[in-house]
């Protein structure tokens, strides 16, 4: 068992990161004073998987529990799903002292802690991510919310969950399309600050996919350090410092968007902004060539796109200028100075931007 401690004064909370974790969630939860009735938040596909082991371990521990579902897919991550939820949730009797338990993928995860964020003004919530993504990134750092019809998770909080519990063992039955995608956030970890952990992710991205045990848990375990560590340092994104876990999030927004979050999974379009990020530091003269090849050749060696095709640029580009996260129609971006190390500007010029997004560009 590794823990790893989220250090945020009274909102600190701990990671654990267990095998076969899930079936001692119960045990786990002793000494966090939560209430006697939860609910599990879960999607359908999860809930057949992971539903009764977890219900089993929370029911033994004493607990009155409930499971709630709503529909898989990024559709479905609304105000009208966390609506249906608040009405189950009154319907099970859950009141200010119940809790949420988010079983599922980074999905459920935001659209589950978000109805912890508000129903009664906010309740209690633990994390069970059982996506790659999900552990290593969505689980981890308080963020939740829904999309609007306008942008993405355009509306949310920052809600910090009492725990994070990551269980390996799940990723066994995840899609390989979906670990690749959680790959990427992994491998973004090593970009953004540590050179050894890509050294070694260059090393065993084999070992990881094919989930063999230590390796798995080493990069999780890793993964989640630094989340936590930037976390904790700058918890509602104030100092600049946690934007830098945006690294190719910025044309990753713009992809999924124009295509509908249909066509890329999230650490897809991710993997594709970071084979961007890497290219244009390099062409703006802050990465060593060889440190963007390493970065490039390790998202490709996994499986992950580093082209896209079907989307206009002039369109891309249009939509990095509105995003939330741009200031005063400046597009931030965080570049990086080598693998290890990087930083933010709102200094791209647009030429360079759309030259490296056109070579991309399959047609
Ligand atoms: N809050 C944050 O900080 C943060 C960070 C990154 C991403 N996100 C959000 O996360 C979402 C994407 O999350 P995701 O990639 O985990 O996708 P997801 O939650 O949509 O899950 C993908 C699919 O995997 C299935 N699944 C989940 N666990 C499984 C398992 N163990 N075995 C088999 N199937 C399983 C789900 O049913 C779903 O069909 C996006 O909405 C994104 O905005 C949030």
Not at 143 to 148: A, D, F, Q
Request: proline share 3%; aromatic share 6%.
């Amino acid at each position: 068992m590794e823990k790893i401690t989220v250090s945020l004064g009274e909102r600190s909370y701990d990671i654990i990161i267990e095998a076969g974790g899930i079936a001692r969630l119960g045990a786990f939860l002793g000494g966090l004073r939560l209430g006697a009735k939860c609910a599990i938040i879960t999607d359908p596909r999860v809930k057949d998987l992971c539903g009764p082991l977890v219900t089993n371990s929370l029911a033994d521990a004493g607990l009155r529990v409930d499971v709630v579902t709503f529909p898989e897919g990024e559709e479905n991550k609304t105000l009208a799903t966390v609506e249906r939820l608040y009405h189950e949730m009154l319907s099970l009797g859950l009141d200010r002292k119940s809790f949420v338990v988010a079983l599922g993928g980074g999905l459920v995860g935001d659209v589950a802690g978000f109805a912890a964020a508000t129903y009664m003004r906010g309740i209690r919530f633990v994390q069970v991510p059982t996506t790659l993504l999900a552990q290593v990134d969505a689980s981890v750092g308080g963020k939740v919310g829904v999309n609007l019809p306008e942008g993405k998770n355009l509306v949310g909080s920052f809600h910090q969950p009492s725990l994070v519990l990551i269980d390996p063992d799940v990723l066994r039955t995840l899609d390989g399309r979906d670990l690749k995608a959680g790959f990427a956030e992994v491998i973004k970890y090593g970009i953004i600050r540590d050179a050894d952990f890509f050294s070694f992710l260059e090393e065993n991205w084999e070992a990881i996919l094919s989930l063999e045990p230590s390796a798995v848990e080493k990069a999780i375990a890793i993964s989640c350090r630094i989340k936590a560590a930037v976390v904790a340092e700058d918890e509602r994104e104030e100092s600049g410092l946690r934007a830098i876990l945006n690294f190719g999030h910025t044309v990753a927004h713009a992809i999924e968007a124009l295509s509908d979050y249909r066509t890329y999974r999230h650490g897809e379009a991710v993997a594709i902004g970071m084979a961007v990020a890497a290219e244009i530091s390099e062409r703006l003269g802050h990465l060593p060539k060889g440190d963007a090849d390493r970065i490039e050749s390790l998202l490709k060696s996994v499986g992950l796109p580093v082209t896209f095709s079907g989307l206009d640029i002039g369109q891309l580009v249009s939509r990095m200028r509105f995003d939330k996260k741009a200031v005063r129609d400046k597009i931030r971006f965080v570049l990086a100075k080598k693998v290890g190390e990087v930083f933010l500007t709102d200094d791209v010029p647009l030429d360079t931007l759309s030259q490296v997004l056109r070579k991309r560009s399959e047609r």
